[in-house]
């Protein structure tokens, strides 16, 4: 039982038992996946795993029963779908499963059990019966809001993903696939194409995972509006008010005019038969200038919520035409909840919400009580921070799992955002992606996880147990300046509040103290000395090390720019010594070039001037 008690797998499963005896295998041991070649790669992943600690083993399709090794099909000894009994005894490994996905899943836990043994160890007795709380486990990656990444990085990401059993993949696109007719809105973007597309989907297949398309088909399409052909149909082409401020930028389809839904169509036409789920999250969220254009009169007559609910089932008709359950972010809807049973039976509503006392115990009820299947869409609380907000993120995906659970939500989609020019770095957001996916595959087994144990092990695989620590001290540091920032930490607001004059004015450091910035930055030096420490195994261990320097780097330089305004009695930037600003600025500008390295390691270049562009005046501060 000691020996178990070493063990951490991520996810954790729903049980997990100590047997009598050790496994040691014999040359010319066989895996057998008893008749079913369309488990080669599950038994490929077997081997290998096994060759890692000395036990080589040949494959088979032939139901051999001198087999070392079984992997075999049986679905009417489970309840669940990708379930599956892995049973460790002397001699003999057995993984049973409920279907291939299960199957898969058997094999990455004998993975991550393999990982922690040395080379020439025999594996301990173990039995292991496993299932899925969530039949849908996601994760959303921003890749509009600049950071589209290569197709290495993506790969790479769904290899991580199917280890830690998640199995829906979405991309969130505005304007970063590669459409025929409408080149002018991604020319500079990087886009994925159709041919990209094709071959993730079906790398993500093998892999049990769905790559779900995610197209934003109502709001949030400024860079469509951006230009001229596209502005007649947005629904306040000369700007709009939003909850926190006005912008000068149109930003939703006018939902009265018969283009729109002509434009939806044509990319709906094109971007769809490259994917083979029949999932597709349309997205419809945040559709704040809605009523304050085009709409108004239609909006005054009939209402707002319906007049959104209507071009919703326009899309919706879309999205049935090609033979897709239709996705969308729930939040409109429930403002106006008496819009609900007006919803077609077949979609899916997306309950999202970030923060860590989020209302899903309410919202959650509401839309179970509803009788729809549903999926809560908590977030990794990496973007508009640089560092993470570790805290958040864990107290925020726990409570869409628990609740959701309670509900009766049929999925689980954990959305990483790139609001502001996705500063923070690919290392930054492994952490939630992986709390996330043991949450919504087992969510009381995994709900007080060793998390930074689990991540040494099988995320950053650091033998010396540092990278993540430095990830908790750096995703943490945000705590100790000033108040809480909704959706954000200060560090960032501190560095946009510097570079504009406009945005994040509501951010201020009124809570603050100059002791709590000099403390900030004390804990980051100390998180930023361990990282040279770190005995990261995983082939891009260089870059991991980069881009968590770079985070805390970039936290630091907002410590001592907030130290700065500190010392002043208004507290404001513009009483900062013109030689103190000059220094920083000095300091920041090493910083923006880094970021540029940083960026290319993983991600395409588009979308890079225009992320840099938000924090360039940050390199002349004390200048004029």
Known sequence: MAALNSLEFLPRPQVLKALDGNCRLLAGAVVSLQGSAALRLTGEEIIRALAGIGMPAELTGEA?????????????????????????????????????????????????????????????????????????RGIMLDISRDKVPTMDTLRELVELLSELKINQVQLYTEHTFAYRNHREVWENASAMTAAEILELDAFCRERHIQLVPNQNSFGHLERWFRHKRYLPLAEAPNGFDFPWGHSDRAFSLNPGDPRSIELVREMFDELLPNFSSPMFNVGGDETYDLGQGRSKAACAKRGKGRVYLDFLLKIHREVRRHGRTMQFWGDIILKHPELIPDLPPDVIPLVWGYEDDHPFADQCARYGASGYSFYVAPGTSTWNTLAGRWDNAVGNLRAAAEHGLAAGAAGFLNTDWGDNGHWQPYAVSLPPYAYGAAVSWAASRNRDLDLVKALNRHVFQDPAGILGRVACELGNAYQGLGSRSSNSSNFHNVLFRAASDTMFEQHSLTAATLKQAEACEERIEAALELVVKSRCVRADAEQLKAEFLQAGCLIRWASRLAAARLRQPDRKLAGVPAAAKRALAKEFRDLFAAQKAIWLGRNRPGGLDDSLARLKPLCRLGEG
């Open 64 to 136: 051999r029963v001198d087999a070392a090794v079984v992997v075999e099909i049986a679905p009417g000894l489970f309840k669940k779908a990708e379930s599956y009994k892995l049973v460790i005894r002397p001699g003999r490994i057995h993984l049973l499963a409920a279907d291939a996905a299960g199957a898969w899943y058997g094999a990455m836990t004998l993975r991550q059990l393999c990982r922690q043994l040395k080379p020439g160890a025999a594996l301990p007795g173990l039995f292991v019966e496993d299932w899925p709380d969530f039949p849908s």
